[in-house]
């Protein structure tokens, strides 16, 4: 017993990222290292899957270079065998983002600021810019691939620097591996046998080049919303310099796309949320000041329903923000689909929506929350399934405004799943 209490307590507390899983991957133990840089308690790791946090295969002597939490790591497996029985120990190193080599000169990427600066769009910048990116690393062909949400999964040719990529358009994709691949900062090419992307590979041989880099950009540092590919006619494999060049022409391009897509999206992030497609906090807010103001005059009843995701921030913390924000739009569409016409759903932050039930008194609202309730466990996709909910109700009072109703209705938040 003394031996086993000091193994806990001399894994457990270890600062190092250490994960103790069993033959199928499930998390058994792990360290507080390990837990800190997911930025969870130890507690909530324990029977996850591990391939559900980091997409590596449960094997002996694996040895692979991936990304977590914004960060680059190489993770190594031991096998242990005890009483028959298999178990695997995961370590994780983390690795310099950018290769030993002298001193970079951004000298050659000047062009490609001063493009991003003055470009009202992406496009724009893709167009002027794109050439200036291909002129700089000899590459034959310049590609902007783009994912879309039918098809997250999917990267699709959008743009290119020679008219071939047309021929392409419509049929040639580039498939993701694995979300773990993708961070921004951290560009892939073919021939890298420390972090293999078959689908790059699989890409490059369909357009008939043969070699390709990949140079992540998007939004966030985990949501790689598009890339650009560069081609070459002959093997090629970035040098040291070259490759820290790549880096920070992941970080630029990115900035050029934060500036352009928030511009773009001001005008509709002031009434639409984009991620669940449904109103923004500021118009939720002004809804229930127009209800209010119609019971006031005709002294016609209308509720309040608020639903709370409880463990948002865990589920970023172990599935990366991409995926929870796909499980946020699938709830929101749920909940709508199930709703009635005249009812109205906004998401006012990150966690929580505010659906306005109009002509809806206390007698009938516990009949729509175990809708709701039905609908949250039974009616969205099974990569939700580890969503807590809480949910809370109330009916209009005289006197009450958006403020006063918002306060009310998350004081009577009660957990529901």
Known sequence: MFEKELYKLAFGSNPLPIVLTDFNGNVLDASLGFALLLGVQRDDLIGVNLKDIIPVEIEDDLEVETSIAGEFYKVISRKYEVEGINFFVFSLYRVEQLKATPLSSLADIRDVFEIGLKASTF???????????????????????????????????????????????????????????????????????????????????????????FVPVGIDASMVDMAIILLFSDERTPSSEEYNILVYLSYLCSLVYQKTEYKKQFEALSYKDMVSETYSEVLIKEFIDLQCDVAKRYDVPFSVMMVRVENFDKMVNL?????????????????????????????????????????????VMGIVVSRVINILRTGVPSACKNFKFAIGTTTYMEGDNHKVILERVKDLLKPVL
């Open 319 to 363: 599935f990366g923000l991409y995926r929870v924000e796909n499980c946020i739009s699938d709830i929101a569409k749920a909940i709508k689909s199930n709703l009635r016409k005249s009812d109205i759903i906004g998401r006012i932050s990150k966690k929580v929506f505010v659906v306005i039930l109009p002509f809806t008194d206390s007698s």
């Open 123 to 213: 496009p724009e910048f893709a167009t002027e810019g794109l050439p200036n990116v291909g002129q700089m690393f000899g590459a034959s062909s310049v590609l902007l691939v783009k994912r879309t949400k039918a098809e997250p999964g999917k990267f699709f040719i959008v743009f290119g620097t020679d008219e071939s990529y047309k021929q392409w358009r419509d049929e040639v994709f580039l498939k993701a591996d694995a979300e773990y691949l993708f961070n921004l900062g951290m560009p892939l090419y073919t021939g890298d046998d420390t972090r293999k992307f078959r689908g790059l590979e699989l890409f490059v041989e369909s357009t008939g080049y043969a070699s390709g880099w």
